[in-house]
């Protein structure tokens, strides 16, 4: 089935969908953005955020604003790995219906990670319908 748009991927593909490029096809929930309050998410027990775990600068008022206002980015599948292999499956909050599946799993590296662990874990979390 194709992809849905990502809730909250600004514009730098157009369609707010997570398939362009090699590397950002995973819709993750980064923020709560319920009641506009645009909370960044704790992904482990030290209350951690995505941004703090990868050791990327905190874009969360591009999710939150327009043109795509939302809860989701499209983050790249190394970013996918490192978070599962520090926090566990279990704590990655994946919006499948916006992400590449078929790619990813088809995907052994990106930026020098191994994807074995993200492949696994989105079987678990997005099993093929």
């Known amino acids: 089935p194709p992809i849905e748009p990502c809730p909250g991927e600004g ?3 157009g369609d707010f969908k997570c ?3 090699r590397t950002h096809r995973v819709c993750a929930k980064l923020v ?3 009641n506009g309050q645009c909370k960044e998410l704790a992904w482990n027990d030290d209350k951690q955020s995505f941004w703090q775990i990868t050791g990327q600068w905190n874009w969360k008022k591009y999710i939150c604003n327009g043109p795509n206002p939302g809860d989701s980015w499209c983050i790249c599948m190394w970013a996918t790995a490192s978070l599962i292999t520090k926090v566990g499956c279990d ?3 994946i919006n499948c219906a916006a992400t590449d599946v ?3 799993l088809g995907s052994k590296h990106d930026g020098g990670w191994d994807l074995t662990s993200a492949r696994e874990c ?3 979390k997005c099993p093929e319908p």
């Open 11 to 13: 514009p730098r593909y």
């Open 19 to 21: 398939n362009h490029d």
């Open 32 to 34: 709560d953005n319920s």
């Open 91 to 93: 704590n990655v909050h």
């Open 102 to 104: 078929p790619y990813l």
């Open 122 to 124: 989105i079987k678990k």
